[in-house]
């Protein structure tokens, strides 16, 4: 694999499955898995080199620091694969037509690679060319595939990509950090094993759910044909950003008013939402901006505790994806005080266990025709839209697998469609600062670079600090 001036080799190839057997079994979607098409999502992250050899918990006198750093990567991904095992299986069709988990333990494509490359001159800004495909591999078969690269600098970069069918953003944070403690645990790891009920996301009986959940989610066969791309400008490309805290705050300064403070993730979705219709062409009449949602605090109920802890660590999707509209017009007239009202507004309407409960019973009754959620299936000529998902949980300073955390770290959802999806997540250089990463039309992405460039910084490794010591 070669592109952008360097090399990308894979130098072994292998499977690997849980340390322990693992009975096979039939797990079964949930029906919030089922509102999920077939979707693969990257994580990676970036290590400097180790200067403290000793550090390392897999240690071979005969092979090299990055090489132990590999192999503790390896084993500990076998052993935690015995808690997380729909990792390790398959997603087949039933008789339906609908995806079920096959847990059989076929394994996690692992992939050991090499780069002539180093950290400090990796073009993080760019992704799609320097991290898609060559640090985070495609998945070809399975659930999970992973790829670790050694870089000419003696750094490494450890690449993810699952099925959104069977883990959310929660789930596969819940892995990665059980994943990291497994590697430096030197007694009994200390992670929480993920809860697989899938009876906490059962429908009622019978079943009922607001008119509203029909403007939220959408059947496949009712859409019309993806409308062609007419412009360059029209294709999705990805940019990661870098905002400081103090930029955020502002934002949320002029977000927030009379005591009513609006959070972050609001304060900034409305900057974005504003920004963009403002740089729109005449042509756009609407702007669409959708809100990812998470359920399990809402869904845990209130007097059982057993219910509250496995619904916390619930394994699989409890997402709602509940979107806003408004015109060109309004936005460019609105503060932004008033756009992050309506996306607040946007939020608590789905923030509800009636609301989750809903979709859960509007899935069961148009079983087993596939669905998704409507933002994503925007076609219109004159509207547009745009996804926000909080990436802040990410646990990335959380990665350290014995010699350090990250040195940076980023999800990387290469998804295809035509809405453009949006995830800040934490920085590890400094705290209170954000990384963002944005997979937009390219006249999206000019907008925001003319009109907020004081916000959104193109990411540079020496602004990172990454040159130091890689």
Request: net charge negative.
């Amino acid at each position: 694999m070669g592109s952008c001036g360097f090399l990308v080799n894979v130098k072994r190839s292998e499977v690997v499955a849980a340390a322990l057997p693992v009975q096979e079994h039939w797990l079964p979607m949930s029906n919030l898995d089922l509102l999920l098409p077939p979707l693969d999502v990257g994580v990676f992250f970036c290590y400097k080199k180790n200067n403290d050899t000793t550090s390392i918990p897999e240690k071979n006198l005969t092979t090299t620091p990055t090489e132990n750093m590999v192999a503790t990567v390896k084993k500990a991904l076998a052993q935690a694969l015995v808690s997380f095992y729909p990792f390790a299986g398959e997603v087949v069709q039933n008789r339906l037509g609908e995806p079920e988990l096959l847990c059989n333990n076929r394994g996690v494509d692992f992939l050991h690679a090499y780069s002539d490359i180093e950290l400090k001159d990796l073009d993080l800004y760019h992704p799609d060319t320097s991290i898609h495909g060559k640090f985070v591999p495609f998945k070809k078969q399975g659930v999970l595939s992973i790829q670790v690269t050694e870089l000419k600098c003696g750094g490494l970069v450890i690449g993810c990509t699952f099925d959104h069918r069977v883990a959310d953003a929660h789930s596969a944070n819940m892995f990665f950090t059980a994943w990291a403690d497994i590697a430096q645990a030197k007694g009994t790891a200390t992670y929480t094993a993920p809860s697989l009920r899938r009876s906490l996301l059962n429908p009622r009986r019978p079943t009922t759910y607001d008119a509203a959940i029909d403007d939220l989610y959408v059947l496949l066969s009712s859409l019309p044909p993806p409308k062609e791309l007419k412009a360059s400008d029209d294709r999705l490309l990805s940019r990661i950003y870098y905002i400081e805290g103090k930029e955020i705050g502002q934002l949320q300064s002029m977000a927030s008013y009379n005591g009513c403070r609006r959070t972050k993730l609001e304060s900034f979705s409305a900057f974005l939402w504003k920004t963009i219709a403002e740089g729109s062409c005449a042509q756009i009449k609407k702007v669409n901006l959708g809100i990812v949602v998470d359920g399990r605090k809402r869904l845990k109920g209130r007097d059982n505790e057993e219910k509250i802890f496995s619904m916390e660590n619930y394994f699989g999707n409890v997402l709602s994806i509940p979107y806003a509209e408004a015109s060109v017009c309004d936005l460019k007239e609105m503060n932004l005080d008033g756009v992050a009202d309506m996306i607040h507004a946007c939020i608590e309407g789905a923030n509800k266990e009636d609301h989750f409960l809903g979709m859960i019973d509007w899935v069961e009754e148009h079983r087993p025709q596939p669905a998704a959620a409507a933002i994503y299936c925007k076609n219109n000529e004159d509207e547009e839209a745009i996804v926000v998902s909080s990436g802040l949980p990410f646990p990335v300073a959380q990665m350290n697998f014995g010699w350090g955390m990250p040195d940076f770290g980023s999800y990387h959802f290469h998804w295809g469609g035509q809405t453009g999806y949006v995830m800040p997540m934490p920085s590890v250089s400094r705290e209170g600062d954000w990384i963002v990463y944005m997979h937009l039309m390219k006249k999206h992405l000019d907008i925001v670079e003319s009109k907020a460039a004081h916000v959104f910084r193109p990411l540079d490794p020496a602004y990172l600090k990454m040159n130091k010591g890689c």
